[in-house]
Nanobody, 126 residues
């Protein structure tokens, strides 16, 4: 059974940092892409960053480029999202999702990720 468990969310002041973790189990890590998505109140879910583990292709939303970094620890089957220079507009529930063999141009499309974690709240105060 595929399971994804996020952690690391919390309350931080603008300009601060957080590191989110997504612990994955139940599948062969190297065959999957892991994506981070977020959803703010009243807004649609949007892609933040994704990474394909078999070729290290990554995606970043324009709004987070230069501030967020996706990385992984294959030994721990865990993907991280390091978030620096946080802004109030980064406030949202952050979800990690997994997809096997996803095409590169679909990395940002939530519809192609069949497995999802429960989400972790990130709140950035001004």
């Amino acid at each position: 059974e595929v399971q994804l468990v996020e952690s690391g969310g919390g309350l931080v002041q603008a300009g601060g940092s957080l590191r989110l973790s997504c612990a994955a189990s139940g599948f062969t890590f190297d065959d999957y892409a892991i994506g981070w998505f977020r959803q703010a109140p009243g807004k649609e879910r949007e892609a933040v960053s994704s990474s394909r583990h078999w070729d290290d292709i990554t995606y970043y939303a324009d709004s987070v480029k230069g501030r967020f970094t996706i990385s992984s620890d294959n030994a721990k089957n865990t993907v991280y999202l390091q978030m620096n220079s946080l802004k109030p507009e980064d406030t949202a529930i952050y979800y990690c999702a997994a997809a096997k063999g996803i095409l590169r141009w679909r990395l940002r499309d939530a519809r192609f990720y069949p497995y999802w974690g429960q989400g972790t709240q990130v709140t950035v105060s001004s």
